[in-house]
């Protein structure tokens, strides 16, 4: 079946440093992937998106990169601060079928 | 440029009724989907809608459906509410298919 794996458990970083968030799927072969930031109680905002030719996009302190081999992307929050702390959702967007596929989430916590 | 809003805020249905959600699109965008966010866990893609028709669907049965309007607003229905309906529904809506979207608050449903 499908499946799409965040980190399993909740991330703590001391301010300033670099988060590095995982998300691994398998089944499918997504055209983009997709990240997006999700406070309490709202729905998630959009960050970045990267498409399956490309191994990596960088928008301000975000860095994303996409291995289709390894099935892998990896997020990372550089020169974190406290108000990065939100839970990261992965998304894939599989051509086939038209179907949207959300991560469970990471929940990251940014340490003063 | 308004942002997707969507109403009502929260719903409290007794199982077996039926509900409709709705949503409204941010300006210019022709794109619309539907997802079920329970408790702790990712978006749950239902539907996706383009220029008023069903683009894509998630693993949903059909008792989920919705419509999208000339205007790109759109409704989720579901019918014979279960328990298990309890959730945040998402709305979220883009310009074409495969763009970054934008989603809007929520609506809060609990099925009693």
Avoid: M
């Avoid at chain 1, 799409?4 to 055209?31: D, F, H, M, R, V």
């Avoid at chain 2, 989907?33 to 693993?59: D, H, K, T, V």
């Amino acid at each position: 079946s499908q499946k799409i794996e965040q980190n399993s458990e909740a991330l703590n970083i001391q301010e300033g440093k670099t988060a590095t968030l995982t998300c691994n799927y398998t089944n499918y072969s997504p055209a983009y992937l997709q990240w997006y930031r999700q406070d309490p109680g709202r729905g998630p905002v959009f960050l970045l998106l990267i498409r399956e030719n490309e191994k990596e996009k960088r928008k301000e302190r975000l860095k994303v990169t996409f291995d289709t081999t390894l099935k892998q992307s990896l997020f990372h929050i550089t020169a974190s601060q406290p108000a990065d702390s939100a839970t990261y959702l992965c998304a894939l967007d599989i051509r086939t079928g038209n179907q949207f596929y959300f991560g469970t989430g990471t929940s990251l916590t940014v340490i003063p | 440029e308004t942002g997707v809003t969507q109403s009502p805020t929260h719903l409290i249905k007794t199982r077996g009724q039926q509900v409709t959600l709705r949503c409204s699109s941010q300006s210019g965008h022709n794109t619309v989907s539907w997802y079920q966010q329970a408790l702790g866990q990712g978006p749950q893609f239902i539907f996706q809608y383009y220029r008023e028709e069903e683009n894509g669907r998630g693993n949903f049965p059909p008792r989920f459906s919705g419509l999208q309007f000339p205007n790109y607003s759109s409704e989720l229905n579901v019918n014979a509410l279960e328990l298990d309906d309890s959730a945040l529904y998402l709305c979220a809506s883009s310009f074409q298919v495969n763009n970054e979207q934008f989603f809007g608050p929520g609506t809060r449903l609990t099925v009693l």
